[in-house]
């Protein structure tokens, strides 16, 4: 349907969006369509599958309240991929356990020299899996881009090979697949839907640390699997040797293949990430604004996100164009009377100081009380701090979903409001991180 009215209600509809929700924005959306309009339900086509499944994910409610603010009618909405039906075998290939990122792709991934044997070695398995390097063991601290590949490799190997059978999840939800597999008493279905497919990516082995079960269970999979020359990819935020509480045999089979390392990025490399993230983004950036964001943000590259977040609505709020000098303003790199802009590794490394907790147990899975209430209060000032998603500031602390960092804010709120001693911990933090340096 691309009647003239249609093509002018989604154009108005996108504005809304981009003034709604800027951070889910893609330069991409342009190419969505009104498929059909009618009784108060609108259906969206979208280019593939993988991006209608990002809107349905993450943009619904904003696309919904765009829909009724332009047309004035209660509207609901539906995305569907406009690609060509996949062939049958496809279709009966096990779904991936994880649904993949649009923007995840080699094609907006960064090559540079922090990063370049692990890139590579991810386009060599995904055009030959199971062949050359196997397993592939990436690793690399948080944020530089282990998720990204594994998502790339993903999208890489459906393309060319649509029969591939590809079985992708964190190593969290292996171990819980596999607790709940015993509770229910389906062991043998659990271990035939791993120990048959032709690649299995699992992020984070670092969370099968004491899990003797699980470790066990994992050891057999990865042993069918690599008898069979199936490919078998994992990442960890250390190397292989470093991963303490993992037994021998398996530190040992991780090394068996490539391991590659992922280090932080280069100035240069920084710049041509701000800027290609802001391309995806549809956001311009004068000449020598991704060379500040760069000099803003130098480890960890999920921050480049927030930052851009900061600097477009900061120039939204402002009514201003986005220039170097509100770049500076925004992050707070000019030494001037503006409020500092507060980074998560900041408020991470200011609490960890605060309550005595490692910086590395507020970003694990850990659970226990002493090392989650810290990690509650850098997602509550995270949340008041800076202008991160809750997806983002989860991301920083462990991988943890939205809903778990608005439940950490309601639950910091509720506990100030009866515990003085944690308010005042909380507002002498607050001070210290927005003290005009
Ligand atoms: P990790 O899994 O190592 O913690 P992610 O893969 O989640 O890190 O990456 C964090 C963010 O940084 C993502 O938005 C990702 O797209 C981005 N990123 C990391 N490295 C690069 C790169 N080389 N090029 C472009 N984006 C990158
Ligand atoms: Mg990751």
Redesign the pocket.
Known sequence: MKTHDSIRILERMLEEVRTLDPVNVRTWFEDLTVMNFSGGHMDIGCPDETKAHYLQDHCLPVFTQAAQRVTGYLVSLGFHSMESIPAPAAAEAPPSAIRLHP??TFE?????PC?RLAHASCIAVSQNPGSIYNPLFLH?S????????LHAVCHDSRHSRKTLSIQFLSCEQFVNGFISAIEQGKLPEFQSQYRTVDVLII?DVQFLREREQSQEEFFHTFNALYNNRRQIIL?ADCAPGELPSLEERLISRFKWGLVAR?DA?SYE?RIA?VK??AHLRGIDLPDGTAELVAEHVQSN??E??GALTILYATAQTAGRPITADLAREALGIQQNAAPRAVSMADIIRAVSGEFDTRVTDLQSKKRSQSIALPRQVCMYLGRRLTRHSLEEIG?HLGGRDHSTVLHACGKIEDICKTDSLLRNRIDTLTGKLTQVS
């Open positions: 923007d995840y907006n991934f960064v090559v540079g990063n690399g948080v944020g530089l881009g282990k998720t990204h590949l992020d990442t992922l990025p490399t990430i290609k993230k590259i999920r480049i996100e991301g």
